[in-house]
């Protein structure tokens, strides 16, 4: 399996650099990185290490300072609007909060009809349009017919959310990039919205990369993980190495500070 | 058998909405809180788990409304007071507070001590300037704070420290319970160590007696505090021991809520995380039966009708099912093995 793994999207020497003169900061320098195909990868950093940042730059949100990403192979060219929204028919996201996800005065029909439009079915038969958005909603255990005419506000957190993980299951992107979609949720659900995302992967294939604070997180869902701190990375490799044998102090730090059920929790680092 | 700082008896809230539709948030909840011990409240969100903790507080506002059950602190019972007597008398000074994003109580336009002065000046009218700043560095350094943050702006110190900056005010005058709700769910994982390891220190040095601590993060609680109760639905449905509810949960929603545990250690990987299905039930009309009944994998048909009372299984351990105790224990066994397979 690894052999015959597809490079996906990977970047070079990637920097962001905000400021500029005596103030200068950059918040992600230098990052190198290789994601395969249909392959779920874990960002980790502490807050201010550039993981957001980062995130921005692979999904074409703000230009690079230097260094150049590439998509299955090719370089990535976005610099008119109308490349970039072919390209994020690739690459989606599912942001932190789910409250501001969403534009407040489209009801739920409009953003998953939207998601339609955007695959190229626009012009398919209404009954056509509510089987798919039925079909969607069931994937993420929502009742499509109870949320018909209903707005984005009036759903929970957990809802909302998984509400998003439906528009990505109608999109179907080769890239998905998660920025922490569980933080604001509870434990419980959770679960349930990461099952989702990796049942969503085992049937389309699609490469998750995952944006997290969470290292028990990164540890459960990922087969590789990037560590970030300051915005380098610091340590990468495959999930079983990076978070079992963590070789930097970083890495060390950020698993010690994380409470367990198993292990004491040693208060006296901090 | 130590001094029971908190006691609360079979205590009923709800919330009227604008329908004027009914909604027992928190249903006939009883608890125990003895000196120098912690509670931790765990459950999904919408469980009741932060309005149980306002409704503690006695300070009820529409549409948080009163309805029946005792709340005593320190034998004085505060159930039923008016809120303004309960904002003199209680709050601070028995019962402190502190909301999931406490930080943002701070005034941008303002230094930290003036904050702490306004809180200080409150209850002691007759206080000098000179004599608030001695105890407010006091009070940091017991509790291991930089005293320089007193002279700055809240934009210059970074979320962990702002955070830990209001926790340390809300125990400046001694409360005898802190209710602690969610106070490191919104900082990183170091910022959260800080802050578990001050409200510690709050509790080693005597300056608070007791505390409720209420989260989601079920690894976080087990770190923190000596007994976990589960919420579910607005009612208690378990109770024990921080180590016995972690590992040996007897209700199938505490034992389904274990199993969605994330934590970064060896065998995780390979350990399926259970997710309950369904939702919870809505309280407007909550089912006459279990409340619980409709998403448990061991429900029987006598679940939905009949009420259900807890069961005590001894040592402090409640629970809340119709299924003894060893039975439970069977069908846990027996699922566990056809997971295995």
């Given at each position: 399996m690894p052999d015959e793994k597809k490079l996906c999207l990977s970047g070079q020497g990637l920097t962001k650099v905000f400021g500029r003169g005596g103030q200068k900061t950059v918040a992600v320098d230098h990052v190198d990185f290789n994601f395969y195909e249909s392959e779920v990868v874990s960002i980790v950093g502490e807050s201010g290490s550039g993981k957001t940042t980062l995130a921005k730059m692979l999904l074409g949100l703000i230009n690079s300072t230097e260094g150049d990403v590439y998509f299955q192979g090719k370089k990535r060219d976005i610099r008119s609007q109308k490349k970039k929204q072919e390209y994020w028919k690739n690459i989606q996201a599912i942001f932190q909060d789910?409250?501001?996800?969403?534009?407040?005065?489209?009801?739920?029909?409009?953003?998953?009809?939207?998601?339609?439009?955007?695959r190229g079915g626009g012009k398919l038969p209404q009954a056509k349009k509510v089987e798919l958005m039925t079909q969607a909603c069931s994937f993420v255990n929502l009742k499509f017919d109870e949320l018909t005419n209903k707005y984005p506000f009036e759903l929970s957190g957990g809802q909302m959310q998984r509400l998003m993980i439906a528009r990505i299951f109608l999109l179907k992107p080769k890239i998905l990039l998660a920025d922490e979609p569980t933080s604001m949720i509870d434990a419980c659900s959770r679960a349930t919205i990461l099952d989702m995302l990796m049942h969503l992967r085992n049937e389309t294939g699609m490469t998750i990369i995952f944006i997290t604070h969470d290292i028990g997180l990164a540890y459960y869902v990922s087969d590789s993980v990037y560590i970030m701190e300051h915005g380098k990375i610091v340590e990468s490799g495959s999930a079983d190495s990076v978070i079992l044998y963590p070789s930097q102090a970083y890495t060390r730090r950020l698993i010690n500070d994380v409470p367990k059920i198993h292990e004491a929790w040693d208060l006296s680092t901090v | 058998m130590s001094k029971v700082i908190l006691e609360v008896k079979e205590l009923t809230t709800k919330y009227i909405t604008r329908f004027k539709e009914d909604v027992y948030a928190v249903d006939h909840v009883s608890l125990k809180v003895e000196e120098g011990k912690s509670l931790g409240i765990a459950g999904e969100s919408g469980c009741g788990k932060s309005t149980l903790a306002l409704s503690l507080m006695g300070y009820y506002f529409a549409p948080l409304h009163y309805m029946s059950g005792e709340i005593i602190i320190s034998g004085r019972n505060i159930s039923g007071m008016n809120p303004d007597d309960v904002r003199k008398s209680v709050l601070g000074t028995e019962i402190a507070y502190i909301p999931q994003a406490a930080m943002n109580a701070l005034n941008p336009t303002q230094k930290i001590i003036h904050f702490i002065e306004d809180v200080i000046k409150a209850h002691e009218l007759y206080i000098t300037k000179k004599d608030i700043y001695d105890r407010a560095r006091k009070l940091f350094e017991t509790l291991g704070l930089p005293a320089e943050v007193l002279q700055k702006y809240p934009v210059e110190l970074s979320g962990g420290m702002k955070q830990r900056t209001v926790i340390a005010t809300s125990v400046l005058l001694l409360p005898k319970v802190l209710i602690a709700d969610e106070p490191s769910s919104a900082l990183d994982v170091t910022s959260q160590k800080m802050v578990i390891k001050m409200l510690r220190?709050?509790?080693?040095?005597?300056?608070?007696?007791?505390?409720?601590?209420?989260?989601?993060?079920?690894p976080l609680l087990k770190n923190v505090t000596d007994d976990i109760m589960v919420m579910y639905a607005g009612q208690i449905v378990e109770k024990g021991t921080a180590e016995e509810t972690v590992f040996d949960p007897l209700h199938p929603y505490a034992k389904g809520l274990m199993g969605s545990i994330i934590v970064p250690e060896k065998g995780l990987r390979n350990a399926k995380l259970t997710s309950i299905p369904g939702v919870p039930p809505n309280l407007k009309n909550p089912p006459p039966g279990c409340r619980f009944a409709e998403r448990c994998k061991f429900v029987r048909p006598e679940c939905t009708t009949n009420s259900v009372g807890l069961r005590d299984v001894g040592g402090g351990r409640t629970y809340r099912c119709i299924i003894p105790e060893k039975e439970l224990r069977e069908s846990y066994a027996r699922e566990m093995e056809k997971n295995a397979r």
């Open positions: 789910p409250y501001s996800s969403y534009n407040i005065f489209n009801k739920i029909d409009a953003v998953l009809l939207d998601c339609i439009r955007m | 220190r709050a509790m080693e040095n005597g300056l608070i007696d007791s505390m409720i601590f209420i989260t989601h993060e079920l």
